[in-house]
């Protein structure tokens, strides 16, 4: 097996192509989880967050933080910005529809991302990428 087909390694996909490049104009290698390790992942989420679970948000959030800090740090070093975007954006739905059940859509305005991610505590993937720290620390952000 050659590099340039690809291939999958500790849940990571790895291959050659328009990812990190190494040089000027050439093509680099990238790595990305793997689509099983998103659905575990989320799966994971799923789980701490079903419907029927009465805890008080807190708890939820003390219960889901870990999950979502562990496989953040464990793939922050890939190329994942967009990836961790896409699912700081499902867990959020995610906590709204557990919060408000059939209402999920009206979560925005009684429970904001900013009150969440600030007040509540909740981990923001991108936060840990390295390169996004220092960003969000002059945002003002400090989880």
């Known amino acids: 097996m050659h590099v340039s087909q690809g291939f999958e390694f500790l849940g990571y996909k790895i291959g050659r192509g328009k990812g990190l490049r190494f040089k000027q104009g050439g093509m680099g290698l ?3 989880p793997r689509q099983r390790s998103v659905d575990r992942f989320k799966d994971k989420v799923r789980a701490l967050t079903r419907r029927r ?5 807190e708890e939820l959030i003390h219960a889901v933080n870990p999950v979502i800090r562990g496989w953040g740090m464990y793939f922050r070093r890939a190329n994942v910005r967009r990836l961790f975007n ?3 954006r499902w867990i959020v739905r995610r906590i709204w529809g557990w ?7 009206a979560g925005w305005r009684t429970l904001p991302e900013t009150r969440l ?4 505590g909740l981990v923001n993937l991108l936060q840990l ?8 620390r002059q945002k003002g952000y400090t989880h």
Do not use: C, H, Q, T
């Open 30 to 32: 990238y790595a990305i």
């Open 117 to 120: 991610y600030g007040e509540y």
């Open 99 to 105: 919060r408000f059940k059939r209402w999920a859509n």
């Open 86 to 88: 896409r699912l700081n």
């Open 129 to 136: 990428i390295p390169s996004m720290r220092d960003y969000y």
């Open 53 to 57: 679970i009465a805890v008080p948000l």
